[in-house]
């Protein structure tokens, strides 16, 4: 049990998948910084740090999203507010889901601040460990990712990266009894993130690891291993990921 606790989960899908999305939920520290690798620091932080203890809160200045005066069915809520707290995990500031008129259990719905513009990449810590589950959707309100943020010791971050964007991402509270849940680091990339193809355990880095991946899946006939897209894994697969290994990453 101990070591399910602590370990964290990255989901890698080849880019040449038709719907790739990479996925992440663990301890913070090294879970985030795998994802700020992957996105190469795309994907901007909202800190609430300029916020003042009680202020709603919509806009988010630090990125380029928003708090949507939304219920996940599209019901009109009151925004979040700011609490202040000293067990924040950066800072002493975090996003209560509740108070201003929201329930406990209320979930978040955020937006891209312009309309008509998507979200590449998302990323949050749960402030105080409980375990949510994110989900983004495109403009017709369908599922594209689902991931959920475990209750981990010491905080978890967790968050996506997908091609093609989402509309809305709704974070919304499972595990805590009360229902009474903080966010904190906020991250969103409202630009696509350019995917490496070879960076098959989703880390920003492309080495022996890499090569690693490429094997199990490759003897796994993991999707992830089709280098030619063409449903076969043979020496053509091996041909391909070693000329994009060797091409490397921008």
Do not use: H
Not at 52 to 59: F, M
Not at 215 to 242: E, K, L, Q
């Amino acid at each position: 049990m101990q070591f399910v606790m602590f370990m964290f989960v990255v989901m890698c899908l080849s880019p040449l998948a038709v719907a790739d999305v990479v996925t992440y939920s663990g301890p913070l520290e090294a879970t985030r910084s795998q994802f700020n690798s992957y996105t190469r620091g795309a994907a901007s932080l909202e800190d609430f740090e300029t916020f003042a203890d009680g202020q709603e809160v919509g806009d988010m200045p630090g990125n380029g999203a928003r708090f949507a005066p939304e219920y996940p069915d599209g019901l009109a809520a009151p925004l979040p507010l700011i609490q202040a707290s000293a067990n924040a995990p950066s800072g002493d500031r975090w996003l209560a889901n509740f108070g201003n008129g929201r329930p406990a259990f209320s979930a978040w719905v955020i937006r891209p601040d312009n309309e008509g513009d998507l979200i590449y990449a998302f990323g949050q810590v749960n402030a105080q460990g409980d375990w949510v589950r994110i989900e983004g959707f495109d403009g017709d309100d369908q599922l594209v990712v689902s991931v959920d943020a475990q209750p981990i010791v010491a905080g978890c971050f967790a968050g996506f990266i997908v091609p093609d964007g989402v509309s809305k991402v709704v974070v919304t509270p499972l595990g805590n009894f009360d229902g009474l849940n903080g966010m904190d680091d906020v991250q969103v990339a409202t630009s696509p993130i350019e995917v490496c193809a070879v960076d098959l355990n989703c880390d920003g880095f492309i080495n022996f690891f890499d090569i690693s991946e490429f094997i199990a899946a490759y003897t796994a006939m993991d999707p992830r291993a089709d280098f030619t897209g063409d449903g076969v894994f043979n020496f053509f697969d091996v041909s391909a990921f070693i000329a994009q290994y060797s091409a490397g990453c921008s």
